[in-house]
């Protein structure tokens, strides 16, 4: 069976976009597949959170996710940090990384220009933790955005570096996890771009009806159509997108016939849509308020998802260790 893992960041509520991107795609998967999803809050430190910061996004991260429908029982969902043998391996990695490769690394050099005041060594080593990350289990598939297509061939360069130094065929070839046709993007509020992409552009899975409708309201529209048949600007062809995903197929078609015929009142089309998003967010919103107040589920569930990823991830370290020589007298 095939190894699939990705690392989740440990800031940054899930919106819809989330939902319909990868993360509807994580829950169909972990039952085909052997998964490993952690939260990345070592990655995080790279920028500081206070301990109190740190804490509560990373309990929010992990309540979300499994109220999106992870199942802690196929899958093996862990924090990071809760798995030190990821740290033994960085540092056996970081002895083949070279400082020229990752200097040129464009997320490190995008963090020079916007995080001025802390350029610390864990920002130039980010792609070696995240390929400890992903070497640990020797997975084979990640599922990433192309934002992190770039770690995930310096995760390449330096599983066959390894094997190549020590002359061996021990680490696979992670390869990215395409989802193709399955992935719906969904679009901001904001009138261009990916929902999330911009501050306040996003419906969170944790928002309130009340929020819901306000952002909603306030989504940029146009003026409306002046011929029939019009084609749509961006911003109405986005409404239509987020309808598209939440929507019943005769709502859809209702308000694209009033387009289409001129007869279209954004504000009856998009309490509608507020409508629909609610209804189709509310067993997620429940699941979170209710999973946040239950600490000793959670704790199991952590603890679970450690002591699983721990086996695994202490076997890697054993033969890594025997392959580099560290063997015992
Ligand atoms: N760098 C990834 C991001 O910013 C998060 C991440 C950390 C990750 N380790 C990983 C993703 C390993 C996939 C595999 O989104």
């Known amino acids: 069976m095939e190894i699939v893992l990705s690392g989740i960041r440990s800031t940054g509520n899930l919106h819809l976009g989330n939902y319909f991107g990868a993360l509807r795609n994580f829950v169909k998967m972990q ?4 998964c490993y999803f952690f939260i ?10 206070t301990p109190k910061d740190l804490h509560s996004s990373v309990k929010q991260v992990f309540v979300e996710y499994l109220a999106a429908g992870l199942d802690p029982e196929a899958a093996t969902l862990y924090r990071q940090s809760d798995v030190p043998e990821t740290t033994e391996l960085y540092l ?5 990384a070279y400082m020229g490769e990752l ?7 995008e963090k020079i220009r916007t995080q001025q005041e802390n350029i610390n060594a864990g920002l130039l080593t980010y792609p070696v933790l995240m390929a400890a990350d992903i ?6 598939k990640v599922p990433v955005g192309k934002d992190q297509e770039q770690h995930l061939e310096m995760t390449r360069t330096f599983a066959n570096r390894f094997n190549r130094l020590y002359n061996v065929e021990y680490f696979p070839e992670p390869v990215a996890y395409n989802f193709g046709e399955e992935l719906v993007k969904i679009p901001g509020l904001d009138g261009s771009g990916k929902m999330g992409k911009s501050e306040g552009n996003g419906i969170y899975l944790a928002d309130a009806p009340e929020e819901i409708r306000k952002k909603v309201m306030r989504a940029v529209s146009d003026s409306g159509p002046t011929e029939l048949n019009q084609e749509m600007a961006e911003p109405i062809k986005n409404l239509f997108a987020i309808m598209k995903a939440v929507s019943k197929q005769e709502t859809i078609d209702f308000y694209i016939e009033k387009y289409n015929t001129c007869q279209i009142r954004y504000g009856d089309m998009k309490k509608q849509l507020a409508e629909d998003i609610i209804l189709f967010t509310s067993p997620i ?40 020589g560290f063997k015992s007298f």
Do not use: Q, W
């Open 92 to 96: 056996l990695l970081n002895m083949n």
């Open 135 to 140: 070497l640990i289990h020797k997975s084979h």
């Open 103 to 109: 200097e040129r690394c464009t997320s490190f050099k």
């Open 285 to 324: 919103r429940e699941k979170i308020s209710e999973l946040s107040r239950d600490e000793e589920y959670l704790r199991k569930v952590v603890n679970m998802g450690a002591e699983k990823a721990r086996e695994s991830a202490a076997k890697t370290v054993r033969e890594v260790r025997e392959i580099i």
């Open 40 to 49: 990345a809050d070592y990655h995080s430190l790279t920028t500081h959170p």
């Open 31 to 34: 039952y085909e597949n052997k």
